[in-house]
């Protein structure tokens, strides 16, 4: 699906000249307060989501 709106935004803009990568979830609890699979959790959905999204 990606590659169908890269497609479609070219054809009726001309070309993409700004990606702006805005993805995550957050938690509920402060930072010193998370346990770490919750925290490898969020990293691993934030990190992916902006490279995938880079990609």
């Keep these: 699906m990606g590659k169908v709106l890269v497609e479609v935004a070219i054809a ?3 070309s993409i000249d700004v990606l ?3 993805a995550g979830i957050s938690g509920v609890v402060t930072l010193h307060e998370i346990d770490p699979d919750v925290w490898d959790v969020l ?3 934030d990190v992916m989501c902006i490279f995938l ?3």
Excluded: V
């Design 12 to 14: 009726e803009f001309g």
């Design 20 to 22: 702006f990568n805005n």
């Design 43 to 45: 990293m691993s959905y």
């Design 53 to 55: 999204h880079s990609k």
